[in-house]
């Protein structure tokens, strides 16, 4: 079986997407009821420039939401290392604001640190997100953007101390960014903890546009609030090098990049049913076309030989990105 398809939220409320109202957020809901996503993942960070706006908009379509299973992540300032975000105190206080913005009474799913805490002790952050557990607040606690050896240590204490292990790990998987197959997935697999994947196109990297200098409107634009950064972190010549032998060798196979990006995450990676992939979209009809990529099946051998040749490509200069 395929891994289970999560939609993200950070673009609800973000600049320059269709969801800054409750009619296109309910209109992409139903959609995404339509195609038989069932998921959401959110943060008390989202979106980047609008902090809390996408549980807002979350919550005011409760109508839309029910039989959404909703995951969320600790507040987070991206102006600091993340030193005290997972604190019992900023663990809790993030919580009940998420709960209130989202309009949840019984609690979320799955409670994620979104980014490791450096200062506060790892005992006191495990702690602080089992007794979220405990008070009904979430059914389970997982990490991301964790580095594997502070994850580790997490677990060497949950084992110590018989406390719940974290039931997820949320991390960067796509084509050009598979580090985690050798860096972190013996870990997870060993303990039982699901790897939810996001940036399956890496932030639109993997469209093509950016290489093809099609990316005009896009999140690469300079006139996105994030077009700046996102441009920087695939900046690379070698990169983009291979970005382009590989765009054009899939073409002549007669498929896109995306479509190729999408169908060997859903059907070649490292990914299992108790995995997941969390796509996300800046208007509705975006949704229906991943959608379609991610169930088409499997590639042709020809084309997996592509995908093999852009990752020994970039291996080198990418292959601790998780």
């Given amino acids: 079986m395929a891994p289970r398809l999560i939609f993200g939220t950070a673009t609800f409320g973000m600049d320059l997407t269709e969801f800054q109202n409750q009619d296109s957020v309910n209109s992409l809901l139903r959609t995404l009821r339509g195609l038989g996503v069932e998921r959401l993942d959110s943060g008390a960070r989202y979106p980047p420039l609008n902090p809390g706006r996408s549980e807002m908009l979350i919550g005011d379509s409760k109508e839309f939401c029910k039989g959404f299973i909703i995951d969320t992540k600790v507040y987070t300032n991206t102006q600091t290392d993340g030193s005290g975000d997972l604190t019992r105190a900023g663990i809790s206080k993030s919580l009940t604001g998420s709960l209130q913005r989202l309009q949840i009474n019984e609690g979320i799913n799955v409670l994620y640190a979104h980014r490791a805490d450096p200062s506060t002790p790892l005992e006191e952050q495990i702690q602080g997100f089992i007794e979220q557990i405990a008070q009904g607040r979430c059914k389970s606690w997982g990490v991301s953007n964790t580095p594997p050896k502070v994850l580790e240590r997490i677990l060497q204490l949950c084992e110590e101390n ?21 860096n972190l997935l013996p870990t997870l697999r060993e303990n039982g903890i699901a790897f939810n994947c996001f940036q399956p196109l890496a932030a639109g990297f993997l469209t093509g546009k ?45 498929l896109a990049p995306m479509e190729v990006a999408l169908r060997w995450l859903a059907n070649h990676s490292v990914l299992n049913n108790g995995d997941g992939i969390i796509f996300g979209a800046s208007k509705v009809d975006q949704a229906p076309d991943t959608v379609r990529f991610l169930q088409s099946g499997p590639l042709p051998p020809s084309v997996l030989i592509l995908v093999e040749n852009l990752w020994a490509a970039v291996k080198e200069m990418r292959g601790d990105i998780i």
């Fill in 162 to 182: 018989g406390w719940a292990k974290p039931s997820c790990y949320q991390g960067n998987y796509n084509l050009v960014t598979r580090g985690m197959e050798t």
């Fill in 210 to 254: 950016l290489v093809n200098k099609t990316h005009a409107g896009t999140r690469f634009d300079k006139s996105n609030p994030l077009g700046n950064i996102i441009q920087k972190m695939f900046e690379s010549v070698e990169l983009q090098d291979a970005m382009k032998v590989f765009d054009a060798g899939v073409r002549a196979e007669g």
